[in-house]
């Protein structure tokens, strides 16, 4: 996906580029960096004007002009990286279609590693392909000629709670000191049916928290309460409004500028898209969705790990590459491209601080505690979120998500793991810990680390989340609840929610599907570019 493939020119394009120098015979770049820098790469062509006689030997040259090579491009990725992180995310992505994972230099915003599974072999493309060949590629359920990095766009899931968490400090809706008490739900009245109860549970009753606790045990309830405020306790949310500003500021909602083709945009819905697409009001249960990175709002993989970085760096929103200098022909370099930085965060560099010191919490306490590397101090922050039908079973698909970055006290590089089929506590987070061990010490992840090394599980077993020491235990399976669909409509007082049993992997929540009707089709979680 990174390279590309050239291919012979179509009819349409030799018609388009034919004044430009190419030849119905040529060969140009059709996607990735092949295509991104084509006229870097391909250079001209010389030409040479002669006389002949009427046996066409030649007599004398008129005029020539000698060809110009092309410009070499030498990327930032790192081959070794690659591999590797290749590596670790076919182990923790092998019961899913799909999955994405990156390594970012902050500072720079170059692509040190860029991975997109499955993939195909981009030799086919370079000579004429069978039909079977082609077919069974576009056939294949887990689409390898998609880019999942950067063309597939799907909830964010509790990575999302970052962006909220920052515009909450900055717009002084909360505070380090906030303190929330979770007792694994919130109830809202209706406005006008005081009879009729909306139900949000949280993925487990965690009790009181502050802004860090907050975010390291990624406590729904909490961003509940930031998103959407609680009217009848007279706390004010940020609002969707709000929520989707700051969403827009960290680059979502806009293609992330990438040097190859075919990224897409996401999605940052407010109150006037879902009148326009939906042809229905916002409403409170919206923005709850919202603030836990369910309901409408949709990202890329790229676009999660420059959040990472944005927070990591200082408040850089830079704009990913993986072209980093020009070369001539000889390999003599040319010049370096510079880094690009496409807007600073609207947040104080003291609330940067704050959620980074979260994020740290996260993983030394709290959810995220799988992502832990023997080498370095990693901060982030996962995610789960459920996607698709319903099982007979009550339960949901979850895409898995870890963002973070390394060391803690002075970044250099953000993580960003994406697993279309898994969760973030069992398989994007100790991914990523393996991915941040290699970087930093080259350890391969084939002996256990000095911790305790986590490995994939299904125990449903919930592990001790107190404030002693992690050991890295595996985080079971997120409970089972309904994701992506929009705020409930309830026309009955709804029975009881069950007190959720206690689990470190927080799962995205809505009230059970008795409670309100199925989510239209366009609410739902998106796995497609719309």
Known sequence: HVMGYIGPISAEEYEEMADEGYGYQDYIGKSGVEAAYEDVLRGKSGKKLIEVDAARRELRTISERPPIDGTNVVLSIDLALQQQVADILKQYGAGSLNAAAAVMDVRTGELLADVSLPTYDNNIFSRAISEEQLNALLNDPGKPLVDHLIAEQYPP????????????????????????????????????????VYIYPDWAPLGALDFYGGVAMSSDVYFYYLAGGKPDEGFRGLGEDKVAEYARAFGLGSPTGIDIPGEAPGLVPDAEWKRETIGEPWVLGDTYNYGIGQGYVATTPLQMLDVAAAIANGGNLVTPRLVKQYQDSMGNPLNAVETEIRSELPVSAANLEIMRAAMRQSVTTGVARNAAAASVEVAGKTGTAEFGERHDDGKYDTHGWFIGFAPYDDPEIAVMVFVENGTGGNDASPAAAKIFDYY???????EPAPTGEPQPTDDSEPQDTGDAEPTLAPIPTPLPNITSAPAPIIVDTPTPTPEPTAAPEPTATLPPETLAPAAPAAARARREPP
């Open 157 to 196: 899931g509790s990575t999302f709670k970052t962006i909220v968490g920052l515009g909450a400090l900055e717009e002084g809706v909360a505070s380090p000191a906030t303190t929330i008490t979770s007792r694994g739900y919130i109830t809202v009245e209706n406005e006008f049916e005081q009879d009729v």
């Open 440 to 446: 930093f010490s080259g350890a391969d992840g084939s």
